[in-house]
């Protein structure tokens, strides 16, 4: 199958990729959605970030019906191959089809959620497909942390419905996903002169995940297992004295390797068999889960510093008896998350260890929770904690007028049966649902490898799919 540009969506998703709109780089093709709109009369907002809102009457006849929101992000996540010579904010993509599959030469290919912008570039431009009022929103910097959204206001729609464009899959919808925070944690300690041997355990061998769709999976974390190796060695009497932890590379996935230093005068026999007590229980408890952990502990340089005992002791016990992982899952929707945090980031800078939690919610009363527990914790031993980076979760709601719709357009269309899909990630659907959005649905084409240099488009999808939207559309009149 070809990409053929003489379909609407095809075209505009063409265009899309001649205009660099990489997150933080939107405002040329923002720019470009307001001329669009100008071209065709149709009035717009585009507000102090970026984001556009275009706005179509609702086609003779149907002057009546309920307003629609639809709804994409225009950024794309930036990845390319080594050594592909491509510049995100200045060059073209360069497209080619492979088995019917629509990819870009050696980067990302910004299907996500070029797709959907496509899709209502389409649908703002068709002159004679029956429709609602329609409200067109194109959000920024989505792939950073939903920033754009963010920043959206209320007086900006007067739609209760929405489909949220940011989906996949052809046949499915989301029904749910998770809000967020995240939890950075500052310890101070008190750093004195050491001349004790120091040692290193090291905590790798993990296989990691995203902290959205794998938290639920007993995972090893390999920060909070060095943190275990350090608090079972003072419980068996190791004499303990923290030089520096080090671990994880994102808040928002299972790190998977821990270097820890630290200083002692015990006995190395005893230091040995403490580890290696805790080296079992760990393995035996991550046999069917995460069966390539391994654990080292080397005697090491000897450091110069080393936070006291007082320190060492109050940070450990803080870290170790902080909440992470799976805390609770769904009783209306089989095998969901709804609460969960992971402890993603560990550094030591000096004479401070900062540390970052990544907390999951779709409850309303999941993130103030934990976040209750984390301060209480800071509070008790002497860290502070700062929130950022919050967004709202999207509970689930048995009853969807939209939801029966694109069943019953998915069953006529293409003679399928609509699935229904819940996350634990985070999405848009949750700000919009706070902006007073109260029935939304996510729609959108079979896409592969999102994010990486090899995410490729199924083009028959995104013509079935593109199909599907538009009786969708007019079945909303």
Known sequence: MEFDVTKPHCH?????????????????????????????????????????????????????????????????????????????????????????????????????????????????????????????????????????????K??????????????????????????????????VGTVVSNSDPCYQISVGGLAGGHSGGEIHMEKGNSIVTAVR????????????????INGGLKDNAIPRECDVVFASATDPELIRKAFCGTEASVREELEFSDSGFKASCEAVDVAEKKFDADSTARLVNYLYLAPNGFQHRSMAIPGLTVVSLNLGIIRTEGDTVKSTHSLRSALKSGIPDLVNKIRTL???FGAEITLKAAYPGWNYSPVSDMRDKLAAVLKRVDNAELKCEATHGGNECGVFNSLGVEDIIT????????HTPDERLDLASFDRSFAVLTELVKECI
């Open 12 to 152: 505009y998703f063409y265009e899309l990729t001649r205009i660099p709109h990489g997150s933080y780089n939107e405002k040329e093709l923002s720019d470009w959605l307001v001329a669009f709109a100008n071209e065709r009369g149709l009035r717009s907002v585009q507000d102090e970030m970026g984001n556009v809102v275009i706005y179509k009457p609702a086609s003779a006849g149907c002057e009546n019906s309920a307003p629609l929101l639809l709804q994409a992000h225009m950024d794309m996540v930036c990845e390319a191959n080594k050594g592909t010579d491509h510049d995100f904010e200045k060059d073209p993509l360069d497209l080619e089809v492979v088995d019917g599959w629509l990819t870009a030469k050696g980067t990302t290919l910004g299907a996500d959620d070029g797709t959907g912008v496509a899709y209502m570039l389409s649908i703002l431009d068709d002159p004679d497909l029956p429709h609602p009022p329609l409200e067109c929103c194109f959000t920024v910097q989505e792939e950073i942390g939903l920033c754009g959204a963010l920043n959206l």
């Open 154 to 187: 209320p007086e900006y729609f007067q739609s209760k419905r929405m489909v949220c464009l940011d989906g996949g899959g052809e046949v499915s919808t989301c029904t749910t996903s998770a809000g967020g925070t995240r939890v950075d944690s500052t310890f």
């Open 229 to 244: 190796f350090l608090k079972e060695m003072m419980v068996a009497g190791v004499d303990v004295e923290l030089v520096s």
């Open 378 to 380: 800071a509070d008790l």
């Open 443 to 450: 729609y959108g084409p079979i896409a592969q490898f999102i």
